[in-house]
């Protein structure tokens, strides 16, 4: 969607648009399933355990911390990343209330 035109869209829409593109590959997702498992990890660590090449899931690294779902923490030369709870939780309850806003099921 062009700049031009997200304009055209409610705040609450852009976000979830937003959160949902971060989460729109599966490398995001393993790297996702990953932090939350542990309490921090260091990006060396995660290509250990991807089947990507460190310069791609530093990519992608920086996807899901732009869009504010993980924090990082500099040590060093390294870098260790973990989930953002209270991003998290707000990520939650905004998909929980679109997916939720299903009054009834249509016949269609």
Sequence with gaps: MGVTKTQNFSTR??????????????ARIAIIEHLLNKTTCVCGDLVDELPLAQATVSQHLKELKEAGILQGDIEGTRVCYCIDR???????????????????????
């Excluded at 648009?17 to 599966?26: E, G, I, M, S, V």
């Excluded at 991003?87 to 249509?106: C, G």
């Design 13 to 26: 829409q852009n976000e979830l648009a937003r959160l949902a593109k971060a989460f729109a590959h599966p």
């Design 86 to 108: 209270e991003a998290w939780e707000d990520t939650r309850k905004q998909f929980n209330e679109l997916f939720n806003s299903l009054t009834e099921i249509n016949s269609c």
